[in-house]
């Protein structure tokens, strides 16, 4: 469902600009058939917006193309995709030329993508050895540990480990 304040925002840019919208009137009237063979992709909606394929087409206004993608890809519902899922959402109801590589470039760019990206590596803390006693003797101090619930083999699902802090 296109954003309704974005739509309102690209009627008010189609009536400013209503030259397409005249011309694509004209043309479906008027044009020679093979002309009027290329229109079969182009319409228009109640709004007066132009539509390619049924799709908002939007003229090349960056920033617009700007908030219809923050729109998209900002939306909790859909929580930051990546630049496949976000092309996809905005496709569902807009087009226009190099939409592809603006939706592509605008998620390369956005910082909370950048900052999860970074996220999903765990944080790496260095290892510290368990210093053992000056005076230890052999098995004097040893640690335990239990790494469970593993892929079960052999009817076995665990493994203890013991560690000598000599
Ligand atoms: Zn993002």
């Known amino acids: 469902m296109p954003d309704s304040a974005i739509q309102d925002e690209l009627i008010a840019e189609a009536n400013k600009f209503n030259k397409s919208r005249n011309l694509i009137e004209a043309l479906q009237q008027q044009a020679p058939t093979f002309v009027d063979k290329g229109l079969d992709s182009w319409s228009l909606d109640d709004n007066g917006l132009l539509l390619y394929h ?8 960056d920033e617009i193309h700007r908030k219809i993608i923050r729109q998209v890809h900002e939306n909790p519902a859909y929580g930051h995709p990546g630049k496949w899922r976000t092309v996809e959402l ?46 230890a003797l052999p098995f004097e101090t040893v640690s335990t540990d ?11 699902d ?9």
């Open 146 to 156: 239990l790494i469970v619930k593993l892929p079960e083999s052999d009817g076995f």
């Open 90 to 135: 905005v496709q569902r109801d807009y087009f226009w030329p190099g939409m592809v590589s603006f939706t592509r470039d605008f998620v390369k760019g956005c910082t909370t993508c950048q900052a999860m990206k970074n996220q999903n590596h765990c944080p790496c803390i260095p290892l510290q050895p368990i210093p053992a006693e000056p005076d």
């Open 54 to 61: 049924g799709k908002i087409y939007v003229a090349k206004f």
């Open 158 to 166: 665990l493994i203890a480990v013991f560690i000598d802090q000599l």
